[in-house]
């Protein structure tokens, strides 16, 4: 069948070949505009939260993240920290992002006890693949070297600085509620190595994590 249609389009362009590139000319456009507003429409805050797995979820907590809301009234919606703005990186994302629809048939996370017990797992796919891009959605709006002068003598981005640490590696936590499977494992981890708060915190002189 593949072949017939092939052949009768071989026979029409060389009976007209400048309406055949014309005719293929408009589709490449049709086709690349439909593409190119498909990609949008699902890079919206508003296509996130379509399905009740986000929307029940994960929403809330951002909701009530200095993202969402603060002094400057400048907002951080989904896709501006997990989708990348370069067009190539984005549309890789895209394509990754293709396994989310596979789960959402088999219903992966459809039950709040479901998304929980995956909550550890989840994240950390997002951490890893922040730490590999050098958290380059938080430096498209957040850049260390302009910070305060109050900020610059924060000892953790001294220490950042000096480490060559990302981003991620601090501020896990910042938009949505961290698994509590990890803050079970970071108290654990603190009390073990006896690490002070105040090694990098120059406000606190004491542990936080208490029993």
């Not at 989840?122 to 938080?138: F, G, I, P, Q, Y």
């Not at 900020?151 to 220490?159: C, E, G, I």
């Not at 950042?160 to 601090?170: F, S, W």
């Amino acid at each position: 069948m593949i072949k017939t249609v092939l052949d009768r389009i071989k026979i029409y362009s060389n009976s007209a070949p400048l309406i055949t590139a014309c005719l293929f000319f408009i589709s490449g456009i049709l086709f690349w505009g439909a593409f190119n507003w498909s990609l949008e429409l699902t890079n919206t805050e508003s296509f996130c939260i379509s399905c009740h797995e986000m929307r029940d979820n994960i929403y809330p907590e951002y909701k009530a993240s200095v993202h969402f809301q603060n002094a400057s009234s400048v907002r951080a919606t989904c896709p501006d920290c997990h989708v990348p703005r370069n067009w190539t990186d984005k549309v890789i994302r895209k394509i990754g992002a293709t396994n989310e629809l596979l789960h959402k048939f088999l219903g992966s996370i459809d039950t709040r006890e479901k998304f929980l017990e995956k909550r550890l797992e989840l994240a950390s796919h997002v951490w890893s693949a922040m730490e590999a891009n050098d958290s380059l959605e938080c430096r498209n709006c957040h850049e260390l070297d302009l910070i305060s002068p109050q900020h610059r003598r924060n000892k953790a981005h001294q220490r950042a600085e000096k480490q060559n640490m990302t981003c991620i590696e601090c501020h896990k936590g910042i938009a949505h509620k961290l698994p509590e499977s990890f803050i079970e494992a970071e108290h654990t981890r603190y009390k073990e190595e006896n690490i002070n708060c105040g090694n990098c915190h120059s406000n606190l002189e004491r542990e936080i994590w208490t029993d």
